[in-house]
């Protein structure tokens, strides 16, 4: 039972350039989340979905794109990468408590 | 949009009793949940209180007041190995789930 999987663990990215981080989940759960972790701070809502095609915008959706095309998949997009974007990323799904991945280390130099 | 308070760290002694504070204020609310988050880890489950009162499992137990918007979580027996961050995140009515920044506790010999 794999629960909560992201891709890539780690990743470097240029600035200006793209990338889309993958999540999944086997749990047939409704609710998705993206969240992103700055060093020593709390977790901050990028997006979430309530449930395929649905999506709605959270506290820091700024410079990020999602979809929700099925209820296992909710990737997470990048576009024009800015250091600012420099943090590790956690993907949760739930019905009642959420369940993490085990993030994405994402670095824009 | 909602407001979430916790201290930002706390320093208790193995054996003893820590209760970590939440207060928090909701454009909608959904129960209130606590996370637990060692260093470089994924934030993991630990309790969730929807109706007023005390909610026990084992040595942790949660405490909510919908009226004051106010929660706490109790540990009880401290141990080394509840060196972690702790989150507060009440759920919203239209399923988003928002964290508080999380206090950092550090339980010492």
């Known amino acids: 039972n794999a629960g909560v999987t992201q891709t890539p663990k780690f990743r470097i990215l240029k600035i200006g350039q793209s990338m889309t981080l993958q999540c999944t989940q086997d749990?047939?759960?409704?609710?998705m989340y993206w969240y992103r972790q700055d060093p020593g701070m709390g977790l901050k809502l990028i997006y979430y979905s309530v449930g395929a095609g649905i999506t709605d915008k959270g506290e820091v959706p700024n410079g990020y794109n999602v979809s929700r095309s099925t209820t296992e998949d909710f990737p997470l997009r990048l576009e024009l990468a800015a250091p600012s974007q420099t943090s590790v990323y956690f993907c949760?799904?739930?019905?009642?408590?959420?369940?993490f991945g085990q993030g994405t280390r994402l670095t824009v130099v | 949009g909602q407001n979430i308070d916790q201290p930002t760290e706390m320093t208790a002694t193995e054996g003893a009793i820590v209760q970590i504070n939440c207060t928090y204020q909701t454009s909608g609310f959904n129960g209130l949940f606590w996370y637990q988050q060692h260093a470089g880890e994924a934030p993991t489950f630990l309790s969730y209180?929807?109706?007023?009162g005390l909610e026990e499992k084992g040595r942790f137990s949660s405490f909510l007041s919908r009226s004051k918007g106010y929660s706490y979580l109790l540990l009880k027996e401290l141990q080394m190995k509840d060196s972690a961050s702790y989150l507060c995140a009440p759920g919203g009515s239209q399923g988003n789930l928002i964290f508080g920044k999380g206090t950092k506790l550090s339980v010492k010999p």
């Open positions: 209180n929807v109706l007023d």
């Open positions: 949760a799904s739930s019905d009642f408590e959420a369940f």
């Open positions: 749990m047939n759960h409704n609710y």
